[in-house]
């Protein structure tokens, strides 16, 4: 036995024992079908409002037409689950998903009912990157509406 260029690693008959070594796994990767998986379970909620399911990072921040709007996951959540402005939401259709510079993309249609309206009902165009890491949470949101 023969200690072996450093600290912790030990030589017996010609194999290499490394003593206290934590093992390293590689980390989990989120492909795209992961991503758009995340990024859909975010956009349900915006029909649901029961964010309790959505994959949010800790420090996870959203930003709307260039203002920002959520700070963290947990005020991402919130704002899901009881916010006014979320409330209006009846329907998301036609969603079309496309992947641009590693960020999952969502083209959709939102329906919202606004009371004061005769017609009731309002449509509008909103378009959403959503940047999910390898660990499968969303980090950054970033909304486009209208």
């Known amino acids: ?53 959505v994959p949010l990072a800790p420090a996870a921040y959203r930003i709307e037409n260039g203002l920002l709007t959520g700070i963290s996951g947990e005020t991402i959540r919130h704002a899901l689950d009881t916010g006014p402005q979320y409330r209006l ?3 998301l259709r036609d969603l079309q998903w496309s992947v641009h510079d590693g960020r999952v993309v969502a083209d959709y249609l939102l329906d919202i009912q606004l009371p004061q309206i005769p017609i009731g009902r309002l449509t509008i165009h909103v378009r959403e990157w959503f940047t999910v890491r390898n660990d499968g949470q969303i980090h950054v949101i970033e909304a486009r509406i209208g």
């Open 1 to 53: 036995m023969r200690m072996c260029g450093g600290l912790g690693k030990i030589m017996i008959g010609g194999a290499l024992f490394v003593l206290g070594a934590e093992a390293h796994a590689e980390p989990p990767s989120c492909g795209r079908d992961c991503q758009i998986a995340a990024a859909n379970t975010y956009l349900r909620a915006l029909v649901t409002h029961d964010a309790r399911d």
């Open 89 to 91: 939401i009846t329907d």
